[in-house]
């Protein structure tokens, strides 16, 4: 029924009623309830595409590209596009079906590094395969056949574009970003509106060529690329499509040596995040997987698996992504060595975290959430194998005690968590214990600081992760969460 406000006024009027202003008129509370007993976010969130872009967890990057055939690793943007000459097309297939064999779900290449030369024939510059000294040279198109290639592989895929371009003569002024670089980040799009991420280097200008005219130009990034114009573009045709660095929904974890910090908040800057932040900025660590450059070296090497592991416990987790660096060769391809190796670390992986011995235990908790219409908060939704479903406690039960039981001995090396992360990150304490006979309790990874959780942690029980040792035989888990921001929610209990 629609009211008449003045009409009702002067009605009331008319009978001796004191007048009531609008203010007055009681409004009716139409907010919905909460029929499923859901808590409350602990702000801030994450947004979808940074859910997403969290689940991919591990993933590959290719730096390819004129430092490929200069030996460079920043090109000054005055190599002739001739020297760019690739003995044999680029096979992106081949580095993706390779990092797949090594438990990756996905990549990022590279297509453009700072001496503005572009791996595909753009329209936006000259500097590009186009001219490159010879035909496999021109025939290079790495977005269009990296794109094509983790399509058909089920794999997420994202474009390296760097901002700085030491190449351009227009570099520094309002006319390059407007007609060069956002006109580049739109040609990518061309190649794929499905992409995962959009890596954009932090450098800020310097030295260059610059057409020839060469000198020093520096900009201030936060005003010069006009982030948040391009964001609401690229958003706006790519949805789940994250914005690394200058994009502001994800951060670099602070170094390049495949390491986050033992507490480390989704939010903030660096290794370790901040827990007052107000901006959900997820941690990502840049790493690479041979001893040498970014880009490839005829005589550099792949670590070794305990290396690599070590950079997949310390980053994966200690809730960070792990995008780890694998350069093709001047054959476009990467070299057989490259390859054997992630294969060897694929097996690793699975051998170590590919069976949740969880799935089979019991699991309890000292403090259930009451259930509402349509969702439950069991213990058990710890070991349902669903992201989507989690167990919480009351609202008062910060400190809260979760047990897996087995009724025969198991021999475990980790235990791993996971929060339900689309309710804000909360966990600040807990620990972890095992039990032999169920009834008496070990601390274990006691020189750990078992701090933060997030979206992923994985506690090496022996408190290294280095050695993988002989793991411990027991019957019980006991995790008990001693502090947290709000009320705890973990979707997952993995054990290994």
């Excluded at 942690?457 to 035989?473: A, K, Q």
């Amino acid at each position: 029924m629609t009211i008449n406000i003045p009409r009702l006024l002067i009605s009331l009027a008319a009978l001796g009623a004191p007048a009531l202003l609008p203010a007055q008129i009681a409004l009716v509370d139409e907010r919905p309830a909460n029929p499923d007993n859901e808590p409350a976010p602990v702000f801030p969130v994450p947004t979808e595409r940074q859910m997403l872009w969290n689940e991919t967890e591990f993933y590959g990057f290719f730096h390819f590209g004129m430092n490929t055939f200069t030996g460079l690793e920043w090109g000054g943007g005055d190599t002739d596009p001739s020297v760019f000459t690739p003995s044999s097309v680029p096979d992106p297939r081949q580095w993706l079906e390779a990092i797949k064999a090594a438990g990756m779900k996905g990549g990022i290449a590279v297509v453009k590094h700072h001496d503005g030369f572009c791996l595909w024939p753009t329209a936006t510059t000259d500097y590009n395969v186009s001219r490159a000294g010879n035909d496999a040279g021109k025939a290079t198109n790495i977005p269009r056949d990296f794109g094509q290639a983790a399509r058909d592989l089920g794999m997420k895929y994202g474009f390296y574009i760097s901002p700085w371009d030491r190449n351009n003569i227009h570099y520094g002024d309002s006319s390059y970003v407007s007609e060069v670089f956002v006109k580049q980040c739109e040609e990518m799009i061309e190649y794929g509106p499905d992409q995962f991420e959009m890596w954009f280097d932090g450098a800020n200008g310097g030295d260059g060529y610059y057409g020839g005219t060469g000198g020093v130009r520096q900009i201030d990034a936060s005003i010069y690329y006009n982030m948040p114009n391009l964001r609401h573009r690229i958003h706006s045709m790519m949805p789940d499509c994250v914005m690394w660095g200058l994009g502001g929904e994800a951060r670099w974890i602070g170094n390049e040596a495949g390491w986050a910090g033992e507490t480390c908040w989704s939010y903030g800057n660096g290794t370790q995040g901040n827990e007052n932040a107000w901006l959900w900025r997820g941690g990502e660590s840049d790493a690479k997987a041979t001893a040498g450059g970014w880009f490839w070296k005829n005589d550099d090497d792949m670590r070794s698996l305990d290396r690599l592991w070590k950079m997949y416990l310390e980053t994966v987790g200690r809730n960070s992504t792990l995008i780890l660096n694998i350069p093709p060769n001047q054959n476009g391809k990467l070299p057989d060595t490259y390859v054997a190796r992630l294969k060897e670390f694929g097996n690793l992986l699975q051998q170590r975290l590919g069976t949740d011995l969880a799935l089979s235990a019991r699991a309890t908790a000292s403090d259930t959430r009451t259930a509402g219409a349509a969702r439950t908060y069991d213990a058990s939704n710890l070991i349902d194998g669903d992201k989507d479903t989690y167990w919480a406690p009351s609202d008062s039960g910060i400190q809260s005690v979760i047990t897996l039981e087995w009724d025969k001995s198991q021999n475990i090396h980790y235990v791993a968590l996971q929060e339900y992360i689309r309710k804000g990150q909360r966990i600040k304490d807990f620990t972890i214990e095992t039990s032999t006979d169920g009834v008496n309790f070990t601390r274990m990874a006691s020189e750990i600081p078992t701090t933060t959780v997030g979206y992923k942690r994985i506690i090496p029980l022996n408190g290294s992760t280095d050695e993988y040792g002989d793991g411990f035989d027991c019957r019980a888990v006991r995790i008990t969460i001693n502090d947290a921001k709000a009320c705890p929610l973990l979707h997952t209990v993995s054990v290994f």
